[in-house]
Nanobody, 115 residues
């Protein structure tokens, strides 16, 4: 069974940066579009960024220009570089396939932006 393991979260001040990683087991990783999602307290999970198997990228308007998604198919890993972080970016961040979450959700990684 494929497992997703997110890492790289933490506490950062406004304006700071973090780089998230998501490692996926399984040989079919490269054939899927992958997304980074986030869920803030008492809010629904939302798509933050998406990268197709061929590298086509989409960003939510709230993060466009600040976040960068990338993938390394050889390592079965997708990344999210987050710059100019804002308090409203505080959430648990998850990765999964998109548009349908084919894999079981991982534990996520907590990102807290606060002074």
């Amino acid at each position: 069974q494929v497992q997703l393991v997110e890492s790289g979260g933490g506490l950062v001040q406004p304006g700071g940066s973090l780089r998230l990683s998501c490692a996926a087991s399984g040989s079919s990783f490269s054939s899927y579009a992958m997304g980074w999602y986030r869920q803030a307290p008492e809010k629904q999970r939302e798509l933050v960024a998406r990268i197709s198997s061929s590298g086509f990228i989409y960003y939510a308007g709230s993060v466009k220009g600040r976040f960068t998604i990338s993938r390394d198919n050889a390592k079965n890993t997708v990344y999210l570089q987050m710059n100019s972080l804002k308090p409203e970016d505080t959430a648990v961040y998850y990765c999964n396939t998109h548009p349908v979450a084919v894999y079981s959700w991982g534990q996520g990684t907590q990102v807290t932006v606060s002074s």
